[in-house]
């Protein structure tokens, strides 16, 4: 489960960076953006083994 969470972070993070590298991105996008690294972050601390592990909210999609 981290694995796939972690790779619709990475998806996510990479269109936004898209859209900031082309200038199409909003306030918004820039906003979303450091929500999803920090997401990422968090995921990347988890201790999968752990059967009592919480996951982090996910960013809302916009």
């Known amino acids: 489960m981290k694995e796939s969470l ?3 972070a990475n998806n996510e993070i990479d269109i936004l960076i898209d859209k900031i590298e082309f ?3 909003t306030d918004k996008d820039v906003t979303m953006l450091k929500k999803w690294k920090l997401y990422r972050i968090s995921l990347k601390k988890l201790d999968a083994s752990d059967i009592n592990v919480i ?3 996910k960013p809302e999609l916009s």
Do not use: I, S
């Open 55 to 57: 996951f982090p909210t």
């Open 6 to 8: 972690l790779n619709e």
């Open 23 to 25: 200038d199409q991105a």
